[in-house]
């Protein structure tokens, strides 16, 4: 008798657990399902911004890949190179920046016999400031900071700043994240060659035409394009 009064009891007192839980839900009922649709909905914005952002991403990383097949000095190119830079999307508006100083560099070269003095400094004055905007503002995009410090050490070379271009070179290669990346064995190369060019400046132009007898300074070197992705 004890054993059955014991079991009843304890069903009695789940069945008035479960008669309160079903009542609590049922006076809550309209609050519990706009909590119910409340986190759907923030599940559903959630899974809409990761693929928002990965598609934005991969129309810019198209985009870039676009502009660096695109000439320098093409039209509107620079304008476009300036609107992934101000997208700020990693690493392409680094290595946007970057084009944009090499499209300066290269028109600087190409049309260096034509240009006069002021007007080289002024296509150098351009260019170093979109390589220095990458040092600066994207100093943690690796590849693109050597290749910018690269460019720059390559502009100081033409005008025979052989001290700063050593000096580019070398903050490149104190970028050791790169081991053994393209862009710091072009920095050696240039480093290497730096006594024989100051030495014996020549031009890097070999079918230019020749300077102006009274200049002194050598035709600029340009920087190859970006890779594709930002890293090689």
């Known amino acids: 008798m004890k054993a059955q009064r014991r079991h009843d009891l304890q069903q009695n007192s789940l069945v008035m657990e479960i008669s ?3 009542a609590f839900v049922r006076a809550r009922a309209t609050i519990i399902l706009w909590c119910v649709l409340g986190a759907a909905a923030v599940a559903l914005a959630v899974t809409w911004v990761v693929k928002n952002k990965k598609a934005s991403a991969h129309l810019i990383q198209s985009q870039f890949v676009r502009l660096t097949q695109t000439p320098a000095g093409a039209e509107g190119r620079i304008d476009e190179l300036q609107s992934l830079v101000d997208k700020n999307v990693q690493p392409y508006s680094a290595l946007a920046a970057v084009e944009i100083g ?7 070269a ?4 034509k240009l006069t003095q002021s007007e080289r400094l002024e296509y150098r004055q351009k260019a170093a400031q979109w390589y220095e905007k990458v040092i600066t503002d994207f100093a943690s995009q690796d590849i693109a900071v050597a290749k910018a410090q690269v460019a720059l050490a390559r502009l100081a070379e033409s005008f025979g700043e052989f001290d ?3 000096n580019h070179y070398e903050q490149a290669l104190k970028l050791n994240s790169l081991a053994g990346h393209s862009v710091l064995l072009v920095a050696r190369q240039g480093l290497e060659m730096l006594p024989s060019l100051s030495a014996k400046p020549v031009s890097i132009w070999p079918d230019a035409p020749a300077a102006d007898p009274t200049e002194t300074t050598t ?4 920087q190859d394009a970006p890779t594709q992705t930002g890293v090689e």
């Open 20 to 22: 309160k839980v079903v």
């Open 102 to 108: 090499v499209d300066y560099s290269t028109t600087l």
């Open 110 to 113: 190409g049309q260096w016999a």
């Open 164 to 166: 700063l271009a050593k």
């Open 219 to 222: 035709a600029p070197a340009t």
